[in-house]
């Protein structure tokens, strides 16, 4: 990749009143999203299994995957009592789905660029366990929004240690990094930036043409 110049990064922003803040949970896991191999369905499984915690899984199986969900996955839903299966849920079922869990399950096994999803659950007061992958050490804040993982073990570990959270908190945190507003207040400080080197770049190019004009003027 060639060498670009980095101004800033500006986050993706969810309109405040989208999702909204559910103060109690109702003591289950949440995994959403699609059923493939980078997205960790199968380490969800595994972390709910030793936590003994239920499990909803709401997701989609596009044809792709659909041996790896009859081979991998789906064997593991039918032996374990605690997990459900729910399938694609609508956007309008997700506040329900993501606000009355006790945390969202995120074990990513790929290098993921954001994560919709991870602030989704922000928005409604759910704190998210992730994995150290992609971009989630700039997304959860570690210890407010979420717990950030490693392992397997971490992650069973944190579900154990995850109603230390606030989730008044975990809203917060949306809302002071990740709505619409603050998406729009980034990009228009970038590109203020943006200008005002434009014009610092022409200012000095007119000085440096007019120099020369004068230059050749004398000569």
């Known amino acids: ?59 989609k199986i596009d044809k792709v995957d659909q041996s790896y969900w009859k081979e991998r996955v789906e064997p593991q ?9 729910i399938g694609e849920i609508e956007e309008r079922q997700k506040a ?27 928005a409604c007061g759910t704190p998210v366990i992730a994995f150290r992958r992609g971009a989630v050490p700039e997304v959860i804040d570690d210890g407010v929004s979420g717990l950030i993982v490693e392992t397997v073990d971490e992650a069973v570990d944190a579900v154990r240690r995850i109603n230390g959270l606030d989730r008044a908190q975990v809203r917060r945190a949306f809302e002071e990094r990740f709505t619409v507003e603050r998406m729009c207040r ?16 022409l200012g000095s190019q007119n000085e440096r043409a007019k120099n020369a004009a004068m230059m050749t003027m004398s000569t």
């Open 1 to 59: 990749m060639p060498p670009v110049r980095w101004v800033g990064t500006v986050y993706h922003g969810l309109p405040r009143d989208l999702l909204q803040f559910r103060p109690k949970a109702s003591g289950y896991l949440a995994f959403l999203g699609r059923i493939s191999p980078e997205k960790g369905p199968e380490t969800a499984i595994e972390i709910a299994a030793r936590t003994g915690m239920p499990l909803k899984i709401a997701a």
């Open 77 to 85: 839903v039918l032996r374990n009592s605690n997990v459900e299966f």
């Open 96 to 122: 329900d789905f993501l606000g009355n869990a006790a945390a969202l399950l995120f074990p990513i096994d790929w290098p993921e660029p954001f994560g919709l999803v991870t602030i989704e659950a922000m």
């Open 186 to 201: 980034d990009y228009v400080a970038i590109y203020g930036s943006l200008s005002e080197d434009i014009t610092e770049a």
